[in-house]
């Protein structure tokens, strides 16, 4: 910036200094005096007045147009330089919404899991939690044993502290039967795996030393979705029709990322639970 200052003091100086010489010149009173009047006559110096005219005046506009395009050149400039400045504003609150919202699952795609269950995501959140941080686990479904047995057994019989809250359907409901009927089921079939849930229940709640941090309960309403829910993470897909012959996906929602998708699931299970049968050991 300095230099282009001096730059431009230095030509209008010569332009001011060329405009004077050529008015000099061209005064009558210095013709007289110090031009001979046979140079004079030819016009010898009426040409050479005109020649420092036009220099004076090219220079001029010369310093115009570079000043013009010094200005446009600063003003992409700084135009380019607020771009960068913001994209680098984006980049880092993208970061901040990645570190925050962050899972332990290595998928492709943080936001649907295909699977028929999705265990090794469950496993990997539950990991995710804290050792120092209680571990809360809720999951509605129908089959529960596997559930029991593969991802929270050792966690309930650990030395950490964990919660977790079961909702499976009540065998004896009618509210089943047309479960069943919907999704292709067997219908004793679905029953004895509620009943297999409840003892894999009762069988690890005796051996937790009296502790109230198992509860099963049954409920008699229709369910719409099955759901796992890790602290901060929910797993939760809907019931479809004839679902035993289709592809099963669940969608994930982390609660810093996504927290009204996972607060209303959050409350759907809390109200099904208030409402359902609490079952003893």
Not at 37 to 54: N, Q, R, T
Not at 151 to 168: D, K, S
């Amino acid at each position: 910036m300095m230099r282009y200052f001096n730059s431009f003091i230095v030509t209008v100086l010569a332009a001011i200094i060329l405009m004077l010489v050529a008015l000099l010149v061209n005064y009558p009173g210095f013709m007289e005096v110090y031009v001979p009047s046979w140079v004079a006559e030819k016009g010898y110096f009426l040409s050479l007045s005109s020649s420092i005219a036009a220099s004076a005046l090219v220079a001029l506009i010369f310093l115009v147009v570079k000043a013009t395009e010094s200005w446009e050149m600063r003003s992409v400039s700084d135009s380019y330089h607020k771009q960068l400045l913001s994209v680098g504003d984006c980049m880092a609150n993208l970061s901040s919404v990645i570190e925050s919202g962050k899972l332990a699952l290595d998928v492709p795609d943080l936001h649907s899991v295909f699977a028929r269950h999705p265990t090794t995501e469950v496993s990997k959140a539950i990991k995710n939690v804290s050792y120092k941080d209680k571990l809360e686990i809720d999951a509605l479904g129908l089959n529960l044993k596997s559930f029991i047995a593969e991802q929270i057994e050792a966690e309930l019989l650990g030395e950490r502290e964990v919660v977790a809250r079961l909702l499976t359907q009540n065998p004896s409901s009618e509210s089943l039967g047309s479960l069943c009927s919907r999704e292709g089921r067997d219908p004793e079939k679905t029953r004895q795996s509620i009943h297999d849930t409840a003892r894999a229940w009762r069988e690890l709640s005796s051996n937790l030393n009296g502790r109230d941090i198992f509860r099963l309960k049954w409920s008699s309403k229709t369910p719409t979705i099955t759901m796992v829910r890790v602290n901060n993470t929910i797993f939760v897909r809907p019931r479809l029709l004839q679902e035993v012959d289709e592809d099963l996906v669940y969608e994930v929602y982390q609660k810093k990322v996504n927290p009204k998708a996972f607060s209303l699931y959050l409350r759907q299970f809390e109200k099904e639970f208030e409402d359902a049968e609490e079952q003893q050991v």
